[in-house]
């Protein structure tokens, strides 16, 4: 009997909580309510989150769209050369140069340019450490710019983009080297312009050359670049450049650069350089070309007959696809043209660039020395920028 009772309590227990487990109507509305009231406490929570985050990315970018370090870049560029002339072997890490620019604002940038030459400098060592540019330049109208500073000469082809994957040969080519003379920089001022659709103009005064007065190098050009290394300044010089660009492919230039005296006041001799280029593109042909000649005021210049100094030469190119080009080049300069004796030196170079890649180039070129130089042979490089 006793087990009969226990049993049939049990079994009332069960349907009591079976049954208290079935909630009403009123019940499932006030619990459906409070999961709504959690789903919404939950929704708001993420989304106060979400824009807490979105806030710190954004809070992130500006600071790192004002920071020094979004406007600072660096580049450059370097070339490795073998070359075989006349069974003189020899390889060079030839140049190591690095960029370096800033951009204070919309309006005002710096741009610096250092250079490690041949790989070793010091006492006794065949490098050189150089400073090629520091300037800051300033945008004075949408179409017109100051700089001030250490700048490269507005002269020449090579003078201001020289990079190797931008020419042919492996060497720079000896008229822009020996005549106008690449690389060359002073310290000064200029100013850049666009005037008209296509056609820009600069003007600049800055130090000058200060040649050697005595010796085999007496009045050489390219051995009176001072390098604004303690240059001497007593005498300043000027350059002005016309630049035309309007027909696509096409680039004409003229330059005239006048040295108050180029020999910063030993001498008293005045000097004049004109320059003048064209480079076009059509397809896959293209063509340079140059000339450049001194005219040196001097009794002493005229005496060695380096009172003229001129070159010239002509490059015509083929693109054979976007990987490979080959080009052709002669050469002509005289650094002694003001004299009656046969002195004028030429050079002729044929040879392949390989790009595996836009800004990295392979190179091979054959050269035969004539006039007064002699000697062939041929030159391998490397080289890149970033």
């Given amino acids: 009997m006793k087990f009969k009772l226990a049993a049939l309590s049990a079994a009332l227990l069960a349907s009591t909580s079976i049954h208290a487990a079935e909630p009403t109507n009123k019940e499932l509305l006030e619990l459906i309510k409070k999961q709504q009231e959690k789903i919404e406490k939950l929704e708001k929570s993420v989304n106060e989150n979400e824009e807490k985050v979105e806030a710190s990315v954004d809070a992130i970018e500006q600071s790192m769209t004002g920071s020094s370090l979004s406007k600072t870049s660096i580049g450059g560029y370097g070339e490795l050369h073998y070359n075989n002339i006349e069974d003189n072997e020899s390889i060079d890490y030839h140049r190591f140069v690095l960029f370096f620019g800033h951009e204070f604002s919309k309006n005002i940038r710096f741009f610096s340019e250092l250079e490690l030459e041949h790989s070793l400098a010091g006492d006794g060592k065949p490098g050189e450490v150089e400073l090629e540019q520091a300037y800051v330049e300033i945008d004075l109208t949408d179409s017109t710019a100051l700089k001030a500073g250490l700048f490269l000469v507005p002269v020449g082809i090579l003078n201001e983009t020289h990079e190797p994957p931008t020419f042919y040969g492996v060497e720079r080519n000896p008229v822009e080297k020996e005549i106008i003379p690449a690389t060359w920089w002073e310290a000064g001022a200029g100013i850049t312009t666009k005037f008209a659709e296509g056609f820009s103009a600069d003007f600049a005064m800055h130090s000058g050359l200060s040649v050697p007065t005595d010796g085999s190098k007496s009045f050489l050009i390219r051995n009176g670049r001072q390098k604004v290394a303690e240059a001497n300044a007593d005498s300043l010089a000027y350059t002005a450049r016309l630049k035309y660009t309007a027909v696509p492919g096409l680039e004409l230039a003229a330059s005239y650069q006048l040295q108050t005296d180029i020999t910063q006041g030993e ?36 005496l060695i007959g380096r009172d003229e100094q001129s070159g010239y030469y002509i490059e015509p190119s083929y693109k054979l696809n976007e990987n490979f080009g080959v080009f052709a080049r002669y050469n002509a300069w005289d650094n002694n043209a003001g004299n009656s004796v046969e002195t004028e030196k030429r050079q002729s170079n044929i040879g392949l660039n390989y790009w595996p890649h836009e800004n990295v180039v392979f190179k091979v070129d054959f050269e035969n020395r004539m006039g007064a130089q002699n000697g062939s042979g041929f030159n391998l490089g490397v080289g890149y920028q970033f």
């Fill in 267 to 302: 001498l008293g001799a005045d000097a004049s350089l004109f320059s003048a280029h064209v480079i076009y593109n059509t397809g896959n042909f293209g063509i340079r070309a140059l000339y450049a000649s001194w005219n040196v005021d001097g009794a002493e210049a005229d």
